[in-house]
């Protein structure tokens, strides 16, 4: 049992299949018996964030659009319907505990700048700070696919970094991470991932659930990451009864664990981490530098380590930094624009063209 006094802050994603019944239908019974239990959570004092799919899932199950429609408009029109339905069920259900919720409906540019993510932050934090549930999901009608997050599950694993949860909980239509095919009667699920110690790539199957997006693979990537910035992850079958309750209650409830690192991670490189895809340049660097940057010293890139750079950035921009070889080490955010970084590369006595600080290294 937990202590009553400390307020514990915790993400919970709910996958599309948790939600929806195998004819395609929204399982309403799901959606109540997991706003139960969130309700529950919090007289134990949990404050939560839930990320939810299943407005595209909804959606399916209540329109038959008129002929074939690309991938891009159905998706709009299937998450249009869908998401006010959805949206409309936790309404019903949470306002049974008197426990107020509200809509986030997000897309991944809004994570792009810093200004950015953190207007995003505020929204949420200033929603748990009134009591009330943010129930966060990608605008998929506005989401173009090069735009788009992988999944739900990248959407969440930045949720949970972002406001500093001590916990994300995944929630799927499985056990967990089976060590070998899940259908294959010979594998298990894996109960605790050190991610310093432990590689579990080969595992991961392609196979995904009948409305899911990025499968295991994502969720793995992201679990891995999102621990080692020091949040612990649980994947967990959310159709089970009482699972939440379980997960948090009972150290035994069958579902994987990614051990959290003990090293602090600071909200600046946590947003470093997950802007990746907004690189708007690339800094190579040469060998002294990539050994320093990966030792474990506190070390910043100065120019004299850079050999070149390509693109067109501004001070302030996310930099991918990759090694002789093209490789990605660290990703950062530049303190010069691109013509000045080219006037410094080689020299000595400069200040950081990436400070520590604003550095993540892979
Ligand atoms: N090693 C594995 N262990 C468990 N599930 C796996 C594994 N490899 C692939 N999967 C698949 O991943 C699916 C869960 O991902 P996904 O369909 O995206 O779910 P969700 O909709 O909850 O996000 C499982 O139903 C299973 O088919
Ligand atoms: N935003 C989409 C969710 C897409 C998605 O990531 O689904 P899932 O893999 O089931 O978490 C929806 O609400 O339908």
Not at 185 to 194: A, G, H, L, P
Not at 233 to 254: H, W
């Amino acid at each position: 049992m937990t202590s009553h006094n400390t307020k514990h802050r915790i993400a919970i994603k709910i996958g599309s299949n948790v939600l929806s019944r195998k004819d395609g239908s929204l399982d309403i019974t799901r959606i109540s018996a997991l706003v139960d239990q969130v309700s529950e959570l919090r007289k134990q004092n949990y404050e939560v964030v839930l990320i939810s799919s299943g407005a595209v899932a909804a959606g399916k199950a209540r329109i038959s659009p008129k002929g074939k429609l690309d991938v891009v408009s159905s998706r709009q029109i299937y998450s249009a319907v869908g998401q006010a339905r959805l949206i409309n069920q936790y309404i019903i259900f949470f306002d049974n505990h008197n426990i107020p919720c509200g809509q986030v409906l997000t897309t991944k540019e809004n994570f792009s700048t810093r200004y950015h993510y953190l207007n995003q932050r505020n929204c949420m934090s200033v929603m748990l700070d009134n009591g009330i549930i943010p129930i966060v999901n990608e605008n998929d009608t506005i989401s173009v696919t090069e735009l788009m997050f992988t999944d739900n599950d990248e959407l969440s694993g930045l949720v949970a970094t972002m406001l500093n949860c001590e916990r994300l909980i995944i929630l799927s239509n499985i056990d967990g991470i089976y060590n070998g095919n899940p259908s294959d009667k010979n594998s298990q699920v894996i109960t605790e991932i050190d991610t310093q110690k432990d590689n579990i790539e080969e595992y991961i199957q392609s196979s995904k659930s009948s409305a899911g997006r990025g499968g295991m693979q994502t969720k793995y990537n992201i679990a891995r990451k999102i621990a080692e910035e020091g949040v612990e992850v649980i994947i967990a079958n959310g159709k089970r009864e009482n699972i939440l309750l379980d997960i948090i209650n009972n150290p035994n409830t069958l579902c994987t664990r990614f051990i959290p690192s003990s090293k602090p991670t600071s909200t600046v490189k946590k947003w470093i981490a997950h802007s990746e895809s907004f690189s708007k340049g690339e800094i190579y660097i040469n060998e002294g530098a990539s050994i320093a940057l990966k030792s474990d010293e506190v070390t910043s890139l100065l120019p004299i380590g850079i050999t070149h750079i390509q693109g067109v950035f501004e001070a302030g921009d996310i930099v991918t930094i990759l090694d002789e070889k093209g490789n990605q080490i660290a990703v950062g955010c530049t303190a010069f624009n691109n013509e000045e970084v080219e006037q410094l590369i080689g020299k000595s006595n400069s200040k950081p063209i990436v400070h520590y600080d604003y550095l993540y290294i892979d």
